[in-house]
């Protein structure tokens, strides 16, 4: 009998958790090929992952659109194949069910929010007979956090804080405490502080729990970490490099707020710098095209210099669906990180680079360096317990 491995998704309603439910719930009744999933090539399925056969869905949104309705805007957006809502549809209500409110309802403290996602996430575990939960945040973009906090420098103070009704934590960390409070393992799928403040990095480490961060790489910045080691290597070097983002759905939306869109203009440029050596003049826009919907594109323009300074340009254009894109990644990631907190793992799994813009744990961006990183971590779950 398959185990079953929960997943609560922290923006439950959204385009990547609904492309990354339906996919997992088309996998399972073999409506959909395995194209995109990390996990399933033989290095890396050598961890011995969960079987994404497994998966419940659950999880916290502050929206109430239905996960079916939102399903057939995605499919309507070409997003989802329309196919496979048909025949998933008695499972996205079933998964409907699960879903609960999320943060800033009413006018409830911190401290109580807390503790209502937490009971929400130990609840799912105890009602479904789950051994492990992984939470996913994949909820909109937040602005980075500026200067330093006392109240979040450890664990202590932060709980401190709470007790006397403050409310210092980022929404994203919010959810970060309840998910390490309930004993999960978490994914940050966007460059949000999330796990990254202090006092929660401390947490995780105190409940033995891992979680992997920040950003998924999905796109531009996945093509980057091919490309940039590739002029390294070659002691080519780069002048310039130009890159223009166009955006379209909810994130687009979001980070159309130049406030929110702070957070993953540093996690996109963060590798190039840290590839080359060197620091790398160009500028990194990112802008919203309400038009484009579900899908991304974008631009770049490498100058770069050769032998005897002869001056050359690389320009490549990359266009995707970003939910597409995203989903398989989410899916990798939870496997992975169920079997790394069975294996004893507990704060950043560095070896999840692969799949970030900014790992954490990690000052590693080459993809390829990563792949290799990846691919021992597989090897060294496979041969534990």
């Known amino acids: 009998m398959t185990e079953r491995l929960g997943v609560w998704f922290v923006g439950a309603r959204g385009s990547v958790a609904v492309t990354s439910t339906v996919g997992a719930l088309a996998l399972r009744t073999g409506m959909a090929g395995q194209t995109g999933l990390v996990s399933m090539l033989p290095e890396v399925a050598a961890a011995r992952l969960p079987d994404v056969a497994g998966i419940v869905v659950a999880g916290h949104d502050v929206s109430d659109e239905p996960l079916g309705k939102r399903a057939e805007s995605l499919a309507h957006a070409g997003v989802l194949p329309g196919h496979l809502l048909a025949a998933v549809r008695p499972e996205l209500e079933e998964a409907e069910a699960r879903l609960r409110p999320g943060a800033g309802h009413g006018s409830e403290t911190q401290r109580a929010a807390a503790t209502r996602l937490e009971q929400d996430i130990r609840h799912f575990r105890e009602a479904n007979g789950l051994r492990h939960v992984v939470v996913v945040d994949v909820s909109s973009t937040e602005p980075p956090l500026v200067g330093s906090d006392p109240r979040l420098a450890d664990s202590e103070a932060l709980d401190a804080a709470l007790d006397r009704g403050e409310g210092p934590l980022p929404t994203s960390s919010l959810y970060a405490y309840a998910a390490f409070r309930a004993g999960c393992p978490l994914v940050a ?96 826009h990112i802008d919203y095209v309400p038009d484009l919907g579900d899908w991304k594109t974008a631009w770049d323009h490498v100058s770069f210099e050769g032998f005897l300074g002869v001056r050359m340009s690389l320009q490549f254009t990359w266009a995707g669906c970003d939910s597409a894109l995203a989903a398989p990644l989410v899916l990798d990631l939870v496997r992975l990180l169920a079997r790394a907190h069975e294996t004893g793992r507990t704060g950043p799994v560095p070896e999840l680079a692969f799949f970030f813009k900014a790992p954490s744990g990690s000052g590693e961006h080459r993809l390829s360096e990563q792949w290799q990183m990846l691919t021992a971590l597989a090897a060294e779950m496979g041969a534990a317990a």
């Open 189 to 284: 799928f966007t460059p949000s502080p999330g796990p990254t403040v202090p006092a929660l990095a401390e947490l995780a480490r105190e409940r033995g729990v891992p979680w992997a961060g920040c950003d998924g790489k999905t796109g531009e910045t996945l093509v980057k970490s091919v490309l940039a080691p590739m002029f390294a290597t070659r002691a080519l070097k780069v002048r310039s490099w130009a890159s223009y983002n166009l955006l379209g759905g909810g994130d687009g939306r979001t980070l159309a707020d130049p406030t929110a869109a702070a957070s993953k203009l540093s996690s996109k440029g963060e590798g190039l710098e840290a590839i080359l050596g060197h620091p790398v003049d160009g500028p990194l």
